[in-house]
């Protein structure tokens, strides 16, 4: 079979979740061409990541599609998505906190590899699996905590360990929840130019509230309210756009 | 200076029959018996997050399929041992697939009742396993003609297996499916995201772990040359949870400490004092209290605390 081309990378049509009678997403359709920088923005509770949850198979949706590069990925695995491309960050910090940084950016790595069902030869067998870590450590600028385990290292670099771990899975599209939340300027300007550094190949989806860092990494904005798609569009149409400024930015 | 400790525990596990009476000879079987067991359980409670109250299924499916053949239906040692362990294979197999429905309290609970649901066939079937007289005057394999029945041949045959199984343990959980398995452990939904199938990695576990539990099953009844359906009982697998607590879950030699200590104070203090089951409580109160992460971690921290000297 071969597979199925699209125009876009991702495409959302009609997606839906529910909780008991509290609706959270509500027909929401998106359309992401590949390469591009999308940033989504909107109040809180507006249904931002369980949006993200929903696209990486975290969440199960009640109806709508989920299609990446064409393909239907609606009843697919979160794992099946991950070798289908996608890779994700996480809004609360989700690391293998007793590991080293090394290990758990090994770990983003041997997920998409067959020989993480190998039971012989340890992790260290794998140089490349390391050489490859230390590179992408090195390229969000922490090569010199490698060997440190997660849990002694500053919540800034903790964020930065997450946006690693996906980095190094080379992925086509990625999610991020959150990238500059809770971090200081200096570390807010660090991942900010880690995340323009991203290559074309990668399609970037990105959750941020921090709308004066946030807005120059994007080229187009989404903005949800309540489950639905308020508006949608290039960036700067969509921060010009009246309804913007009533949900969001209140001015 | 860790090896010389190595080196010296390898020689005096290797030359106990030539200086213990056969009391301790047996008792040092007992120990390796329980210590495989105990290390199968460890890969689930400790290195997958999976707490077992059923493992005690597996010990006593091998034993009884291996009992049942060779007392009744005149199989040979060999392929009685090789149709029980692929039952027990088997068993493990499907009873993984229903457990893994649930995780935490669920799965406990999914495991307590299937191993019920067995103990209960063992007791009631008697026709098939003899009921509560269990099946007796079972013989011991003669593995290239060499007899198993003196304490000391056992106990080295024993020995050799255990440590097989700790080595092959050993090599599971640091392999790279290890890594995954300890991934699974501490954050599911992070490994699937990165592309890991957390139930396939559990299932896998479940089943090895079987495997492992069916291998001291075989053992089991082979010192015992009889098997009642206590041996499947929540008490055994209890004992063994307890072993695997006490002495460090998640490491390699915390369950086989855990085991010697529970069979230790069953057999010692049980000559002693009758009611010696709350000493054994007592002793489980005093560790979880003292050392929360088990005795070998809680040794090794003391160990390092020391080394660093007063401060």
Aim: with cysteine; net charge positive; glycine share 10%.
């Amino acid at each position: 079979m071969t597979p199925p081309t699209s125009d876009f990378a991702l495409e959302v049509v009609n997606l839906k979740k529910a909780f008991g009678g509290l609706a959270v997403t509500q027909n929401i359709s998106l359309a992401i061409r590949p390469g591009e920088r999308r940033l989504i923005i909107g109040p809180n509770g507006a249904g931002k990541t369980t949006l993200f949850n929903q696209i990486s198979g975290d969440m199960r949706s009640n109806s709508g599609e989920v299609r990446l590069f064409g393909t239907n990925v609606t009843q697919f695995t979160p794992y099946r998505r991950a070798h289908f491309g996608l890779s994700r960050t996480y809004q609360i910090i989700t690391l293998f906190s007793g590991d080293t940084l090394e290990h758990n950016v090994s770990l983003g790595l041997l997920g998409l590899r067959p020989s993480r069902w190998q039971m012989w030869w340890p992790l260290s067998h794998y140089t490349d699996l390391e050489t490859e870590a230390r590179r992408t450590l090195d390229a969000v600028g922490l090569l010199h905590l490698a060997n440190h385990p997660v849990s002694e290292i500053a919540y800034g670099e903790k964020r930065r360990v997450e946006l690693a771990m996906a980095l190094a899975q080379k992925p086509r599209v990625l999610l991020l929840d959150e990238p500059l939340a809770g971090l200081s300027n200096t570390e807010r300007s660090q991942v900010k130019s880690l995340i323009a550094s991203i290559p074309r190949q990668t399609t970037v989806i990105m959750i941020e509230h921090d709308m004066d860092t946030a807005l120059d990494l994007a080229e187009t904005v989404t903005l949800l309210n309540y489950g639905r798609v308020i508006v949608d569009g290039n960036r700067d149409a969509v921060i010009a756009d009246e309804r913007t400024r009533e949900v969001y930015l209140g001015v | 200076m860790k090896w010389i400790a190595a080196a010296a525990l390898a020689a005096m596990l290797a030359l106990l029959p030539s200086f213990a009476g056969d009391f301790y000879v047996n008792l040092g079987s007992q120990i390796l018996i329980a210590a495989i067991f105990a290390l199968s359980l460890n890969l689930l409670v400790g290195y997958g997050g999976m707490t077992s109250l059923g493992h005690a299924s597996y010990l006593g499916a091998a034993a009884y399929i291996s009992a049942l053949l060779t007392s009744r239906y005149g199989f040979g040692h060999g392929p009685a041992a090789i149709i029980s362990i692929a039952g027990t294979i088997a068993m493990a197999a499907f009873f993984g697939v229903i457990a893994l429905r649930a995780s935490g309290l669920g799965f406990l609970m999914i495991t307590l009742a299937l191993s019920q649901v067995l103990w209960g066939l063992a007791y009631r079937m008697s026709g098939v396993t003899n009921g509560d007289n269990g099946i007796a005057g079972l013989t011991r394999p003669t593995p290239f003609g060499i007899s198993l029945d003196s304490p000391a041949s056992f106990y080295w045959f024993a020995l050799i297996v255990a440590s097989f199984a700790c080595l092959m343990m050993a090599i599971f959980v640091s392999s790279s499916f290890g890594s995954s398995l300890k991934g699974v452990r501490d954050q599911p939904r992070r490994m699937a995201a990165l592309g890991f199938n957390p139930w396939m990695i559990r299932w896998i576990t479940f089943v090895y772990a079987g495997f492992w539990g069916g291998v001291s099953g075989l053992l089991y009844v082979y010192y015992n040359k009889y098997i009642h359906p206590s041996s499947l009982s929540t008490t055994s697998s209890a004992e063994a949870l307890l072993g695997v607590i006490a002495g460090g879950s998640g490491t390699l030699g915390g369950p086989a400490v855990g085991a010697a200590l529970v069979l230790l104070l069953k057999n010692y203090a049980s000559a002693y004092i009758e009611r010696w089951n709350m000493l054994l409580g007592l002793v489980f109160l005093f560790i979880v209290l003292v050392m929360p992460t088990g005795i070998v971690p809680g040794l090794s921290k003391l160990v390092a605390a020391l080394r660093r000297g007063p401060r």
